[in-house]
């Protein structure tokens, strides 16, 4: 039971911060259609920002806010210089773009960070707790917190304010939401702008415990992707329950079987899951039109 | 009909007349490595620029077609030749298994999910260290033929030149054959496709073994020409470097698929005399080709050629 605990808690933990990478990553694609493969060079921002920040002696809240807005320039760049030029091109041709913009970030990173792994202290000491057995670090509660801020911040954003419709609209019907008056272009914007500083969030909360490097980012970018795809692309309930069950997956895979296989056993449940339901967990089932 | 031999004319001219330029090894090693990554690319363009399906996971058939060549001598004590033909064998095998279940799937879904699949093969040879030597990889051994033993990266250089024209000609009949008709069939609309009596499963899958061996053997002959591999050749990055080739040289295109591998060959080597801005540099130029030339060099530098004619 002790160990049933213990890898529940390191599996919510990591699903945590695959279910924020994966409702940033739902988010830009709702908006402009972009499937970003540059989503984990945001959370890499966000935890080595706030590293580079603090070592220069900004005091850690001042520095986790000076990454987040460093994540949110990067993120307004990548959809001003990158995306928007080639607005035109197809889905391929957009995925290979922020391929190239991740390899721009981390090329960057490399050069004014530095290669090396990194810790922050945890946000309320690095002392475990004992809770049926199972050893809990305090810091997992921040994680499971702000998971739970964000997502029901971005819920009531989405639902109740009218920026939040007008994403709800762009992403149903892009034409359609520009004849009703939506300026569209803002709209795909701000998603980047927001999914920026949510993966930045992400990325602070979780070094603490998994520490960060300038090279983490393409790792979390394929799990965000794949937790997105194994909920229904497009699906922001769907991304981050998808993040979350991906998170448990590898942690009793890597518990009861082995860890060099935690991921294998993440993709194979990934693959018969979409044998079975082509559309993913949550996906509308889509039809072709002729 | 010269549209038809054209393409691997050209290829074959540029295979033979580049080594005028080439004052080393070192050059007619660069050289043989883009032929054989061209190859790969010409496979996985047979799935994506003619039937219209992704693949992300691609480099899975060039690792296992690397490992068998690697592995099947070193273990079993295989001829290494019999070995990339047992590699082709396998990586048409698992083609044709998974195959059709994940060709199922459209677009992004298939998209991970053959992302999924190149993952899993990585996760494989990384792992099974007493098969593999896990991580850090193994030696290949240098085949011989009948006493002649193959090695050096000039010979490297004709071998994979002469199998990638080889490779072109047959994705150039295959292309023109019924079968690949009906892949460009169902790559413009697999409903209207399979109401004109296409079998549209069984076509993607064809096309999908076909590439699968294709990378399988690209694979077999990187091993033999580094005399080592690593689990890396099978890994997301090599993925997305083919895709990236493919669809930078431009689609479709066979003489696309050469210059994409040349360029994502040829340039990083340059690059490494910036050192630590090599991966920001190569971002940026491929950022700037995609915002430029959407459709890939090659069309985009014929559609020009061609306004020219015509003005």
Same mark, same amino acid.
């Given at each position: 039971m002790a160990e049933f605990l213990q890898f529940t808690s390191s599996g919510l933990t990591v699903g945590a911060v695959y279910a924020l990478v994966a409702l940033g990553f739902t988010l830009i694609f709702n908006a402009s259609g972009v499937v970003n493969f540059a989503q984990g060079e945001f959370v890499m921002l966000g935890g080595m920002g706030t590293v580079f920040a603090a070592a220069a002696g900004v005091p850690l809240p001042l520095a986790a806010l000076l990454a987040v807005a460093l994540a949110v320039v990067a993120g307004l760049l990548l959809d001003g210089l990158a995306i928007r030029p080639a607005r035109q091109a197809g889905p391929i041709v957009l995925i290979i773009i922020t391929i190239g913009a991740a390899l721009v970030i981390r090329g960057l990173a490399q050069v004014f960070f530095d290669k090396e792994f990194h810790k922050l202290p945890g946000f309320s000491g690095d002392a475990s707790i004992h809770i049926g057995g199972a050893a809990v670090l305090p810091q997992t509660f921040w994680v499971l917190a702000g998971t739970l801020a964000i997502f029901s911040g971005m819920w009531w954003f989405m639902t109740r304010t009218m920026t939040g419709k007008a994403l709800r609209a762009t992403a149903a019907n892009r034409l359609a939401a520009e004849l009703v008056g939506i300026d569209t272009r803002l709209v795909t914007t701000l998603a980047f702008a927001v999914s920026a500083g949510i993966g930045a969030v992400a990325g602070i909360l979780i070094t603490p415990i998994t520490l960060t490097n300038y090279d983490i980012g393409t790792m979390l970018a394929l799990k965000a992707f794949v937790a997105s795809v194994l909920g229904g692309m497009g699906n922001p309930i769907g991304a981050v329950v998808g993040g979350l069950l991906l998170g448990l997956l590898e942690a009793f895979a890597a518990g009861y079987l082995s860890s060099s296989y935690k991921d294998a056993a993440a993709i194979v449940v990934l693959l018969l899951v979409l044998f079975a339901m082509p559309s993913g967990l949550f996906g509308s089932k889509s039809v072709e039109r002729v | 009909m010269l549209a038809r031999l054209g393409p691997p004319a050209a290829i074959a001219a540029v295979i033979l007349l580049a080594p005028l330029l080439f004052q080393s090894g070192y050059h007619f090693r660069i050289g043989a490595l883009v032929w054989i990554n061209a190859l790969a690319v010409i496979g996985l363009n047979v799935l994506?620029? $003619?039937?219209g399906q992704v693949s992300l996971g691609h480099a899975g058939f060039f690792g296992i077609g690397a490992y068998a060549a690697a592995v099947l001598p070193a273990r079993?004590? $295989?001829?290494p030749l019999a070995a990339t033909a047992a590699g082709a064998v396998l990586c048409a095998a698992v083609a044709f298994t998974v195959g059709r279940p994940i060709l199922r799937l459209k677009g992004h879904y298939l998209a991970v999910a053959t992302l999924g699949l190149g993952m899993l093969v990585a996760m494989v040879l990384t792992n099974e260290v007493w098969l593999t030597?896990?991580?850090d990889g193994m030696p290949a051994p240098r085949p011989d033929l009948g006493g002649w033993r193959i090695s050096g990266p000039e010979t490297w250089y004709w071998i994979s030149g002469t199998v990638l024209v080889l490779g072109v000609l047959l994705a150039q009949n295959l292309r023109i054959s019924p079968a690949g008709l009906a892949l460009g069939a169902l790559h413009d609309s697999e409903v209207a496709a399979g109401t004109l009596g296409v079998d549209v499963a069984r076509s993607k899958l064809v096309a999908f073994v076909v590439s699968a061996v294709y990378g399988s053997v690209a694979g077999s002959m990187l091993a033999f020409l580094n005399g080592h591999v690593t689990p890396d050749r099978a890994g997301f990055l090599q993925s997305i470097e083919f895709v990236t080739m493919a669809v930078l040289g431009g689609l479709g295109s066979m003489i696309g698929s050469v210059a994409g591998a040349a360029v994502l060959v040829v340039i990083p080597q340059v690059l490494t005399f910036f050192h630590e801005y090599e991966h920001l540099m190569l971002g940026v130029l491929v950022i700037l080709i995609m915002v430029l030339l959407p459709s890939g060099v090659v069309p985009a530098l014929s559609s020009l050629l061609a306004r020219r004619r015509k003005e």
């Open positions: - | 994506m620029g $003619l039937a079993y004590g $295989l001829h030597g896990g991580p």
